[in-house]
């Protein structure tokens, strides 16, 4: 059972609200990752770290923000939300493997919901 | 660009019988696979993975076949039972890199 999480589950918000997704992992595993996916969809990395104080912009572009200040926690901010975010964020961890390859393990997801 | 992408987007099954879910992908430089099942409100989970050095692999009631000529994974679900049915992703990603590249999931469905 990987021990990531993610809060809110669900969040239903106005446009122009500022909101901050949380990410936590207690395996202490330097990569981690966010993925935005809409139903039925496949999931697009937005954004990523490999580390404390590393943060990379993923392959779909996104107007959300991320930090990583510390190894467990990464968490995603959207400064003024708009309905066009409507989706689903999936926040996700790994270890450095062997020869490059590695396994991620997901959170649960927020579904997030701008009107 | 890189794509990882499926050939069925839906597959419904009987129970008991083997699921067969099928993925194409088109970077050759891909040295890592994976499968993840997502069921319904949750985050995908990790069923099986291989490294291009490899051309089948077996978990329980599971198996990864590779097929690097061309360019093809599949997912094999021996016995399906109700509980299996989830969307399937297939994921990629090239040596020494640590994103992974997801094709667009199928929805396996299995009658009781």
């Known amino acids: 059972e990987a021990d990531i999480y993610q809060t809110p589950r669900y969040l239903v918000i106005g446009t122009g609200k500022k909101i901050t997704l949380e990410c936590s992992q207690t395996m202490g595993h330097d990569k981690m990752y966010w993925y935005q996916q809409d139903p039925g969809m496949e999931l697009h990395l937005i954004h990523y770290?490999?580390?404390?104080?590393?943060?990379e912009k993923g392959d779909l572009s996104s107007e959300s923000t991320v930090s990583r200040i510390r190894t467990e926690h990464f968490p995603l901010t959207l400064e003024s939300a708009r309905p066009s975010h409507t989706s689903q964020y999936l926040c996700a961890s790994s270890e450095y493997g062997e020869g490059g390859y590695n396994e991620q393990f997901f959170g649960p997801g927020t579904r997030l919901t701008v009107l | 660009g890189e794509s990882v992408g499926l050939h069925l987007p839906t597959l419904s099954v009987q129970e008991g019988d083997n699921s067969i879910i099928n993925c194409a992908y088109s970077?050759?430089?891909?040295?890592?696979f994976i499968w993840y099942k997502q069921e319904s409100g949750k985050g995908p989970q990790f069923i099986i993975d291989?490294?291009?050095?490899?051309d089948k692999r077996q978990g329980q009631r599971v198996t990864v076949l590779l097929n690097k000529t061309v360019k093809h994974l599949s997912l094999q679900i021996a016995a399906t039972q109700p509980g299996d049915s989830a969307v399937y992703f297939c994921a990629e990603s090239p040596l020494q890199g640590g994103k992974l590249i997801f094709g667009q999931g199928t929805e396996l469905s299995v009658k009781p």
């Open positions: 970077n050759s430089a891909s040295d890592y």
């Open positions: 291989i490294r291009s050095n490899m």
């Open positions: 770290s490999y580390g404390v104080n590393s943060t």
